[in-house]
């Protein structure tokens, strides 16, 4: 199973950035999919998550309205589009699969595979 985040990079504040989840080893469009972030000596934080079919989402509220997460069950692959950044956006962002039937979760402890993480760092 390999989760591939890519799309990272330096940004300035206000600036925008598109986020991808390159997936392959799972049969993606049975996994709720989502993104998490975490910043130097915090924990990893949900931030985006949508439901297997894309029909359902939900966002952290330091991102909503910011943030637009999306998914491509033919390539495979889930999307996080950031605008108006700001320097609390940086961190390492992660892309995570959860098996459930239902919804989606907040709680990284329901995520099964994780990716690598790819940095976004947004300067002032």
């Known amino acids: 199973v390999q989760l591939q985040a890519s799309g990272g990079g330096l940004v300035q504040a206000g600036g925008s950035l598109r986020l991808s989840c390159a997936t392959s080893g799972i049969t993606f469009e049975i996994y709720v999919m989502a993104w998490f972030r975490q910043a130097p000596g915090k924990e990893r934080e949900f931030e985006a998550a949508i439901s297997r079919g894309g029909i359902s989402t939900d966002y952290a509220d330091s991102v909503r309205g910011r943030f637009s997460v999306s998914r491509d069950n033919a390539k495979n692959t889930v999307y996080l589009q950031m605008n108006s950044l700001s320097p609390e956006d940086t961190a390492v962002y992660h892309c995570?699969?959860?098996?459930?039937?239902?919804?989606?979760?907040?709680?990284?402890?329901?995520?099964?595979?994780w990716g690598q993480g790819t940095q976004v760092t947004v300067s002032s």
């Open positions: 995570a699969a959860d098996r459930r039937t239902r919804g989606v979760s907040t709680d990284r402890k329901d995520y099964n595979y």
